[in-house]
């Protein structure tokens, strides 16, 4: 059952996702390592400060506010590890102001990509029910169109004057037309029939 449990809760995971999370864990656990290095065996700042951004600012890009929390648990290890050392009241306040910056820019960068994503979540159903609409308009249109060629044929067929032959034609003409209106307009999103404007079959072309 366990074993199950897991790849159910796997397979939820793509491989995208996955490389994320681990480049995530990588960069972050190289981050701790910086910071336990530099500020408890070196006991000097040199870069390490500044490297903590970029798993800080990848979380909150790839997984919004929520990747946040990374942010935070690097500004808290940071601060601990200025306590634990006792780098001075100066360096602690420096750290402080720097985290300050480094918090908002982590939480605005989620912010954007979760406004980012719901965006493109907006767009993905809007497409979705244009297509459903068009698959709607095809079939609510197109399906009377072809009943009506049908029964045109059979009058053809049993139409014995010249005169009915003829109009049946051009009823048969008229709806051949009608048809490639909604065929155009459903496939390609033109309003336009062979015989219609010339320039909205050129707009079409290019």
Known sequence: M???HLSSNSSRYSIDDI???LIVIFLSSFSVWLISYYTLVIKKEIFYTHFIYIPAILSSFWWGKKGS???FFLGFFLLMSDFYADVG???FISHLSQLFIFFIVSI???IISDERKEA?????EALKEREKF???AAHYFLNPIAIAKGYIEVLSCECASDRASHALNKI?????RIEEVVKNTVEKGIIYESRGDISLRQKEKK
């Open 2 to 4: 366990g074993i199950l």
């Open 19 to 21: 490389v994320k999370i």
């Open 69 to 71: 929390v990374n942010a």
């Open 89 to 91: 009241k100066e360096r």
């Open 108 to 110: 605005l960068t989620g």
């Open 120 to 124: 493109e979540k907006k767009e993905r």
């Open 134 to 136: 068009l698959e709607e």
């Open 172 to 176: 048969k003409e008229a709806i051949g």
